[in-house]
């Protein structure tokens, strides 16, 4: 559930000048700075802080199971874009005149 809410937002919210962990961090301080209202959000406040204005932190052992998830599913779609960009990519375009 997480993990669908977090893909959806960074679908919406996906440019070409930020990474996709510089996007799953921001939408973190979101949820974690506005009052939990959904069950996903609930979590995120027990699982997860914000530790300086930078990083965000586990509060215990789900909580680290949780980041390391969503940084697994940021790298997830570092791939699939990667990808996607390669298939759009021929030879020539590499050469040099």
């Known amino acids: 559930m997480i993990l ?4 959806s937002f960074y679908h919406k919210n996906k440019n070409k000048k930020k990474q996709v962990k510089e ?5 973190l ?4 700075k506005s009052p939990p209202q959904k069950n ?5 406040h027990n699982e997860l802080m914000i530790s300086n204005e930078d ?13 390391n998830s969503l940084i697994r599913m940021t790298n997830i779609l570092e791939e ?5 960009w390669t ?3 021929k030879p020539k375009d590499f050469l040099h005149a």
């Open 4 to 7: 669908e809410e977090f893909v």
């Open 23 to 27: 996007i799953l961090l921001n939408w």
């Open 29 to 32: 301080k979101l949820e974690l």
């Open 40 to 44: 996903y959000q609930k979590v995120i």
């Open 55 to 67: 990083s965000i932190i586990p509060k215990n052992k789900q909580g680290e199971n949780l980041l």
């Open 80 to 84: 699939k874009e990667f990808e996607s």
């Open 87 to 89: 298939n759009n990519v």
